[in-house]
């Protein structure tokens, strides 16, 4: 028995297929954020001036809240709209990219289409409260 081979113009690119690419794209841009805050955070000097947990805690949401505790001097470089930026770009692919797995979990056990429509809808209100909470928070700190 072969394996059917469908052509690429016959296969379409649906919603499917969309939020499959995007889910991978997401990870990469997630550990993108957290690279790029790392490296941020050493290049500002937190070899020295923080450990390992806060160190962590900042790559993961750009707070500048996550350094008071710490022996960082001035917090004013930790407080910048770039790392406000950085911190929802992080929150945003996060929010995303957890849900929508969420999501593919919770469709492999729903049958009827009424209720895969209602959960869908659900999950997009949670995602958009749970990410403007997020944004809310970040920028406001």
């Known amino acids: 028995m072969s394996a059917r081979k469908v052509s690429l113009t016959k296969r379409g690119f649906d919603f499917e297929t969309t939020m ?16 790029v805050a790392l490296v941020g955070a050493l290049l500002m000097g937190a070899r020295t001036q923080m450990n390992l947990a806060d160190l962590i805690r900042w790559m993961f949401m750009s707070n500048p809240n996550h350094v008071l505790n710490t022996n960082v001097p001035d917090i004013v470089p930790w407080s910048s709209d770039f790392w ?25 056990y729903l049958t009827h289409p ?7 809808y659900l999950v997009i209100l949670i995602l958009l409260a749970m990410a403007a909470i997020g944004v809310y928070v970040l920028w406001t700190s």
């Open 20 to 35: 499959w690419i995007f889910t991978r794209f997401s990870a990469l841009g997630m550990y993108l954020f957290a690279l």
């Open 84 to 108: 406000k930026w950085t911190g929802s770009g992080f929150i945003l692919l996060a929010a995303t990219h957890g849900l929508h797995g969420f999501l593919s979990v919770l469709e492999d």
């Open 114 to 120: 009424g209720w895969r429509k209602f959960f869908r």
